[in-house]
């Protein structure tokens, strides 16, 4: 799939993620986030299909720099690549 298959809605305090969230769709993903992340408080990912390595490193930042969000929605991948990174359930990362 090309960058374009993945789409970012933002509507309100919600970003909704729409399609593959994959290395080749992120580098075009950051020039769409909204300037002010605080005013994110939803990361809504339910129609994600799959995530890699780049798109947890999409969301996990924009969820610290909101400082904190819910996340609705676990796309194929986002449970063990969590796991991998050990990030919370918030997506920050894990105390031992």
Known sequence: MNAA???IVHDSETLRFRGPL???AVAGLWKRLPADAKAVRHLDLSAVESID???LALISLLATRAGGVSIEGR???FAELRG???LGHDLTFARD
């Open 5 to 7: 298959a993945c789409e």
């Open 22 to 24: 994959l290395r080749h």
């Open 53 to 55: 390595s780049a798109g």
């Open 75 to 77: 796309p194929e991948g």
């Open 84 to 86: 991998a990174y050990r």
